[in-house]
């Protein structure tokens, strides 16, 4: 199989340790996936152990010999977030990237309808998960020669619509999190720029196999199958730090 890395033995992932959070849901699934074909040594988390098992067990099963663990953490808690990355970086020596998969979406059927209760939730799921795995990953990233930070999130944060004022102001602050993030890597580097980069992927929405059978007339347009966004994440790090670092990389149109 062909890939945005080269091959599957000898990539730039090859080796690599990368966490993945939200790693349970169907993205989180393909990119596990991905990053075992990769060679990567792959730590899941997720809220859900079921989930994240299922998950964890699937990689481990398509990719023989791939190491994939699973780690149920509370990344509302930032010790606990903390004592992951710490447990991560001991048992495997290093930490080369933090994948941030944790989603969520609520909205209204228009502006006057919102509801402030969504954004007590999506502030929680979309921006404080944000906020702690950049901190507990901050240190262990740097350490690595090829760290890489990734939030995926979506158009909506540039062109917020009325019934999604909750959801699209949450994503724009996790993106200026992540974007604060990526200014201390290149402060970190010096004149010779940063050997570690903080991007973001951008998506209108994620659609994948079980909604296209749900939905078997729908269109989906504009949607990017998780199967692309696994390969985009991969792809990542084929990519020197000082060209990632501090970048929105549209997998849709922009808005």
């Not at 580097?189 to 994620?206: D, F, Y």
Request: charged fraction near 20%.
């Amino acid at each position: 199989m062909t890939s945005s890395i080269g091959n599957s033995n000898g990539g730039s992932l090859e080796g690599a340790v990368v966490a993945v959070a939200g790693a349970g849901g169907p993205a989180g699934r393909a990119t596990l996936l991905r990053l075992a074909e990769a060679g990567a040594i792959v730590v899941g988390s997720d809220a859900n152990p079921a989930r994240l098992a299922e998950a964890v067990d699937a990689a481990r099963y398509a990719h023989g010999g791939a190491t994939v663990t699973g780690d149920t953490v509370d990344l509302l808690d930032l010790d606990a977030t903390r004592e992951w990355a710490d447990k991560t970086e001991k048992e495997f020596g290093r930490i080369d990237g933090m994948v941030h998969l944790v989603g969520g979406w609520r909205g209204s059927a228009t502006f006057a309808e919102t509801d402030l209760a969504d954004w007590d939730l999506l502030e929680k799921l979309l921006i404080r998960t944000v906020q702690h795995t950049s901190l507990a990953f901050q240190a262990p990233l740097q350490r690595s020669d090829r760290g890489r930070y990734l939030l995926i999130s979506a158009a909506g944060a540039s062109k917020p619509t009325a019934g999604n004022a909750a959801y699209s102001a949450s994503k724009a602050a996790a993106e200026a999190w992540t974007l604060a993030l990526a200014d201390a890597f290149r402060k970190a580097g010096g004149e010779e720029g940063p050997r570690t980069a903080a991007a973001i992927l951008v998506v209108k929405a994620l659609v994948h196999d079980a909604m296209r059978a749900e939905r078997p007339n729908a269109k989906f347009a504009g949607f990017t199958d998780v199967k692309e966004l696994a390969e985009a994440i991969a792809g990542v790090w084929d990519q020197p730090a000082s060209e990632v670092n501090g970048q929105r990389l549209w997998l849709t149109p922009k808005p």
